[in-house]
């Protein structure tokens, strides 16, 4: 399917796909907002000269990643001991205080939880990051399937690593999944995984170009799903 941004609803036949895969930051919680800020103010005192567009490019990266990155890239020379636990130290202020869910997750979540579609998350982000989103806002059971970057040896988008290992746990092949994601990096790990991607505008991520998507909609309100096979209630 050729690419285009959706002027009205977009409508996904969801009869065509076997399993639905979610990014975390930016596509489930707006934690990408407080990143921005809080990451941009850190990695302006380790790295001279950073500005906001080495900021975008390191969206969607796994920690070992973006650590490597800026000690080969930009010569960082901050142990990587006291970076990730400055690093931990943030996000805990981000997903337990900050974090809110994006608006229209939820409606969406709830109707799929209606079907029989299985669920995934697939995140670069640490693990004990997601399981802070999943106590905060009482996901476990909505996805029973979730992979970080560590569990596959921390390599992090673009890298189709962490979908492909996804959609194994999901025992569905790549072509059956569909991605929302909201970053360049996410949508290119969709796409070299070989699975349909929707990507999201979600009113922070206007710098990131993410037209690799197969489809790109403006916020939850411009999706609707179709084709779903109801739970029938006892």
């Known amino acids: 399917m050729s690419n285009h941004t959706a002027t009205s609803p977009f409508v ?3 009869s065509s796909y076997k399993a639905i895969i979610f990014d975390m930051d930016g596509v489930i919680v707006d934690s990408e907002l407080h990143w921005k800020s ?29 650590y490597a990155m800026l000690r080969d890239t930009y010569g960082m020379k ?5 970076f990730l636990l400055e690093y931990h130290k943030m996000a805990a202020g981000i997903y337990q205080d900050k974090a809110s869910l994006l608006p ?7 109707t799929l939880l209606q079907s029989r579609i299985p669920l995934a998350i697939a995140s670069s982000s ?14 476990h059971s909505a996805f029973p399937v979730v992979v970080s970057a560590q569990e596959v040896g921390g390599r992090g988008k673009p890298a189709p690593d962490i979908y492909l290992y996804t ?8 072509e059956d999944c569909v991605v929302i994601e909201d970053s360049k990096n996410g949508v290119l790990s969709a796409g070299n995984a070989g699975m ?15 037209s690799a998507a197969d489809v790109i909609i403006e916020g939850y309100e411009g999706l609707q799903v179709t084709g779903l096979e109801l739970q029938i209630a006892d």
């Open 78 to 82: 901050e142990s990587q001991e006291a």
């Open 126 to 139: 640490h693990r004990s990051w997601i399981e802070m989103v999943l106590v905060k806002f009482n996901l």
């Open 12 to 14: 996904l036949d969801l």
């Open 104 to 110: 229209g997750f939820r409606d969406l979540l709830d």
């Open 38 to 66: 809080l990451e941009g103010f850190f990695l302006e005192s380790l790295v001279p000269g950073w500005t906001p567009a080495d900021q975008s490019k390191i969206i969607g990266l796994s920690l070992d990643n973006l």
């Open 196 to 210: 349909f991607c929707v990507g999201i505008r979600n009113g922070f991520n206007e710098e990131q170009d993410i």
């Open 167 to 174: 959609a194994e746990k999901l025992s569905v092949k790549p």
